[in-house]
């Protein structure tokens, strides 16, 4: 029998057999399964299953073993088979003790194995096959076989179809690429019955594209791509985890809600791989997944998508505002949520990028902090944010280096900062110094730093780059009415200064900005705190505040109507979710 391999390992027989009877009563018709009594014994199995090229889809391990730890073996395991599931088997009796919570913690931190999985009780435990059934659509994901699939067939990996994988990567859309001349692509293309313009997509439906432009993959997507001249209750722009946040809110409370994206779904939080720290996913959740299910939860609820699509331009006419945007389309709205985010300046050295989430981290160090128990850590930075993450990592990790190209602490932080800096016993500070390089067998091991005053480069040993080199507020396009700091992000509510927040006729509210009827939410705006729980809590907050600013017009008509738009004069309607209505603009 032939298919993917579900691997079972652990010392005591009795256990191991429920296991095993529990995969095979389920999954034999499309996996084998494979059980182990011993560390060695399953290493030396997985060691063979790997060099004959058989695909192993779960290894499911105790942590007790013969010749070693559970935590050890999936370790391993991780690099015989990448895209294996791994998970750790705990009984009742370790559900919520200290020590099996510690080691899960280390272990799924460093990537070791994906999540643990109580040992199944007496069949049907459903619990059991629910974790088991999550396991493997996830391999079915990394492995690309998953259903609703999207296959790019290209005659070359590169050009366009290259970039064609990149948008359905940026609409969330899973999708695998086909050479031409492989058996898989001439068996899905038998049908098509159409002379074939590479390089072309075939829909999960059997649709073929014949070489798409970006809009047609963005419409292929479920996203209505061009929305010019249409009015909405609530336009929010940007679609990353606040902004859909926004839109679930703003739909589900009967706004008729658009939301419009540069680019597609997700926002930043589509570059994390595994996001650990967000509610409700004990094992994490990749950005993607998150950014694809929060997407379906606004659209069932009645919200708009148009990806691909860059706000260009705003301002109030009357008591709405217009956003054109660059394909030279226009949207006018009673409230928009401005949810565009930031990006992190990235350090651009690819062999430190390769390990991102791997030891290297952008930005996160109060939440990773915890996990540098025992390890040699370095932040990149000279700001206050620098100063802060260091001092914060230095209570947990074994030593932390605090890298600044500057050549005093001082020019960067603030006074009370450098001074805790200095004082601090596990930290050290490395003025007019750069990271240049570094690299690790599948998590950070070694930096390559250089004195900038001699050139010299020094090869030091490390298990974490928390990098805080600044973010850049996407902002640049917006009207100077709306009030920034000086970094460019968006100052909101209470913060807005008293002659700013006169304009608005009332005491702000929540992320309301200093143009009536446009909030801010998410990592654009002054003061967030840059996690994805709190840009989506800000996006939610934010429809409180429309709801205040559109109750008995609150929003005042401080631009008079004039230029050609004035003649786009319409009513909105007020009525809810998709039945909505909604005039046109000329
Ligand atoms: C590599 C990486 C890993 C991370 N890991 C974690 C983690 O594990 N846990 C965690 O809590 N946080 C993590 N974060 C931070 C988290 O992703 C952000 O805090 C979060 O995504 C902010 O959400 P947002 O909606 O405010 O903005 P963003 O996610 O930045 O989304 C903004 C969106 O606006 C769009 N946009 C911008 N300008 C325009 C315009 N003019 N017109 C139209 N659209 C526009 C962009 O295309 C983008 O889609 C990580 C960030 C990065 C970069």
Redesign the pocket.
Same mark, same amino acid.
């Given at each position: 029998m032939s298919g993917p391999l579900l691997v079972a390992v652990d010392e005591d027989p009795a256990l191991l057999r429920d296991v095993e009877q529990e995969l095979r009563d389920r999954y034999a018709r499309t996996y084998r399964v494979m059980c182990f009594t011993s560390a060695e014994e399953a290493l030396a199995g997985l060691e063979s299953l790997a060099a004959a090229d058989e695909e192993v889809a779960l290894v499911l391990a105790a942590q007790r073993l013969a010749g070693g730890t559970g935590t050890e073996l999936l370790g391993k395991v991780r690099r015989l088979h990448p895209h294996a599931r791994l998970g750790l088997l705990i009984g009742w009796e370790n559900w919520g003790d200290q020590s099996t919570g510690t080691a899960l913690f280390e272990s799924m931190t460093h990537g070791r194995l994906d999540q643990y999985v109580m040992r199944p009780s007496s069949p049907p435990d459903e619990r059991f096959h629910s974790t088991i059934s999550t396991f493997l659509l996830e391999w079915a994901e990394a492995r690309r076989v998953a259903p609703n699939t999207v296959h790019v067939i290209g005659e070359t990996w590169s050009g366009r179809a290259y970039e064609l994988r990149q948008v359905l990567g940026r609409c969330a859309f899973p999708h695998t690429f086909l050479l031409a001349d492989s058996d898989e692509a001439r068996a899905l293309l038998q049908n098509a019955g159409t002379e074939n313009r590479f390089p072309l997509l075939v829909m999960p439906d059997g649709t073929i594209l014949p070489d798409p432009t970006d809009a047609d993959v963005a419409r292929a997507a479920g996203a209505t791509v061009d929305p010019q001249g249409s009015e909405f209750d609530l336009v929010i722009?940007?679609?990353?985890? $606040?902004?859909?946040s926004a839109a679930v809110y703003g739909a589900s409370e009967g706004l008729r809600t658009l939301v419009?994206?540069?680019?597609g779904l997700?926002?930043? $939080?589509t570059?994390?791989s595994?996001? !650990? &720290?967000?509610l409700g996913f004990p094992p994490g959740i990749g950005?993607g997944a998150l950014a694809r299910r929060a997407y379906e939860q606004a659209w069932v609820f009645g919200a708009s998508f148009a990806f691909m699509?860059? #706000?260009?331009h705003l301002r109030r006419e009357g008591d709405r505002t217009v956003i054109r945007l660059a394909h030279g389309g226009k949207v006018a709205a009673r409230a928009v949520v401005l949810?565009? /985010? $930031?990006? +992190?300046r990235r350090l651009g050295i690819p062999e430190l990028e390769a390990l &991102?989430?791997a030891g290297v981290v +952008?930005? *996160?160090a109060a939440?990773e902090a915890p996990a540098t128990v025992g390890q040699d850590v370095y932040v990149l930075g000279g700001a206050n944010s620098a100063g802060q993450a260091a001092l914060h990592l230095a209570r947990y990790a074994r030593h932390v280096t605090l890298v600044v190209r500057g050549s005093s602490l001082g020019a960067g932080m603030s006074h009370y900062l450098t001074r805790q800096v200095e004082a601090t016993p596990a930290l050290d500070v490395r003025l007019d110094t750069e990271v240049v390089g570094g690299g690790g067998d599948g998590w950070l091991e070694h930096l390559t730093l250089r004195a900038r005053a001699t050139g010299k480069t020094e090869r030091v040993a490390a298990d974490g780059l928390f990098l805080m080199i600044g973010a850049r507020p996407?902002t640049e396009?917006l009207p100077a009415d709306i009030d920034r700091d000086n970094e460019g992000f968006i100052v909101t509510g209470p913060d807005l200064s008293e002659r700013r927040a006169k304009v608005l006729g009332h005491r702000p509210f929540p992320l309301e900005t200093s143009l009536p009827g446009v909030l801010a #939410? /998410?990592?654009?705006r002054h003061g967030?705190v !840059? !996690?994805?729980?709190? *840009?989506v809590g800000e /996006?939610s907050a934010a429809i409180q505040s429309v709801h205040r600013i559109l109750a008995a017009g609150s929003v005042p008509a401080t631009i008079p109507m004039t230029g050609p738009s004035s003649a786009a004069a319409v009513t909105v309607g007020s009525g809810s979710g998709h039945g909505s209505a909604t005039s046109t603009l000329s």
């Open positions: 722009i940007g679609s990353g985890p $606040a902004g859909l419009i994206d540069k680019g997700g926002g930043q $939080a570059s994390s595994l996001i !650990r &720290n967000y950005g699509q860059e #706000a260009i949810a565009t /985010g $930031a990006s +992190y &991102n989430g +952008y930005g *996160a939440s996407h396009w #939410a /998410g990592d654009v967030s !840059r !996690r994805v729980a709190s *840009a /996006g």
